[in-house]
């Protein structure tokens, strides 16, 4: 049985170091994005992913490939054709400066996706879970249009849907959000969301929490919980992940899972960032994973939550990071001492 994701995955440069735009003449090159980070993780894990994309018939998407057969993650159902790779640069931040992303990703190969260039039965074989975010319905009209077969299919076959909303304003404005992402929703069953995208899609935002300076109230999630579970009645679960930021380099992080009326909160951990992109499908992984195994909601909620906490120590998008690895992290062994 595999777990299938459906979205772009582009290239990330980003310079070297610390240093700025403005300053670098070098590049350090990753691949990733949102379902497709998410697919890695779970692979990872030892679960069997299917990731359906379209990548340019050229060595970049030669190159995208690798990386993901790479990490075990199946693309058999990769469609090769359009244009060009998406791009995006990434300039990390430190201390009081914070990180800056452009976005070069127009007319990329996945925009041209077409419902006619999917196999639906042996996409969907031994499928168990489906996972899509609110980047993809944002990219083009084309994907909106698959996104939403592929969410038919899999309601129509039983199978569990989750979304991540991930709202970027760079690709569509908040009213064409909300319409779209209200009759997306309605699909699935689970929704992961954060302190800032609730309130941007949706208008709700958490009483006394002020995320400029890391002032978050914990029962203010439980309300907008609460208000989403009256909006989408077929949700099962809704979870936030919780950022409190000190700086650029310092996060504390969390996370609240909602479910049957039942309120579940992780630990906090305080991070020295490493890098923070993707650490949300780090986190949306393992929550999938946890519940795909039969875990209770309280130790889901601590198994997403230390699994994106790891996330932010590593370079790339990819959580680079194993079960073992997390479950310890849950049981306290955040010393970072060397291990022999």
Partial sequence: MSVLTFGEIMMRLQPTDYQRFTQ?????????????????????????????????LNSLGDACLRAL??????????????????????????????????????????NSIDIKEIEMDALFDSVKHFHFTGITPALS????????????????????????????????DRQKAEKTMTKLIRYCDIL????????KVFGLQATSTN??????????YVDI????????????????????SISASINRWSSIIFSGGTSFYSKEYEI???????????????????????????????????????KHTIEGDFNEVSVHEIFALVAGDGSGRVQR
């Fill in 24 to 56: 670098t003449n070098s590049y350090k090159c990753y691949y990733g994005g949102g379902e497709a980070n998410v697919a890695v993780s779970l692979a990872n894990f030892g679960e069997d992913v299917k990731f359906l994309t379209k990548l340019p």
């Fill in 69 to 110: 057969k790479e990490h075990n993650v199946n693309v058999d159902h990769v469609i090769r054709g359009g244009e060009r790779l998406g791009l995006y640069f990434s300039e990390k931040g430190a201390s009081q400066r914070a990180s800056k992303i452009i976005y070069d990703r127009k007319n990329s190969a996945i």
């Fill in 141 to 172: 009209n084309n994907t909106l249009t698959v996104l939403e077969v592929l969410l038919k299919e899999a309601k129509d076959r039983g199978v569990p849907i989750s979304c991540d909303l991930n709202y970027r304003n760079s690709l569509w």
């Fill in 192 to 199: 992961v969301s954060n302190e800032e995208e609730c309130y």
């Fill in 211 to 220: 995320i400029a300076n890391g002032t978050v109230n914990l029962d203010g």
């Fill in 225 to 244: 919980a609460k208000e989403i579970q009256m909006k989408f009645s077929n949700l099962k679960l809704i979870a936030f992940t919780l950022r409190k």
């Fill in 272 to 310: 020295n960032v490493e890098d923070r992109i993707g650490s949300g499908d780090a986190y949306c992984a393992g929550l999938i994973y946890s519940l795909l195994k039969g875990m209770s909601k309280s130790e889901a909620v601590e198994f997403a939550t230390a699994a994106s906490c790891l």
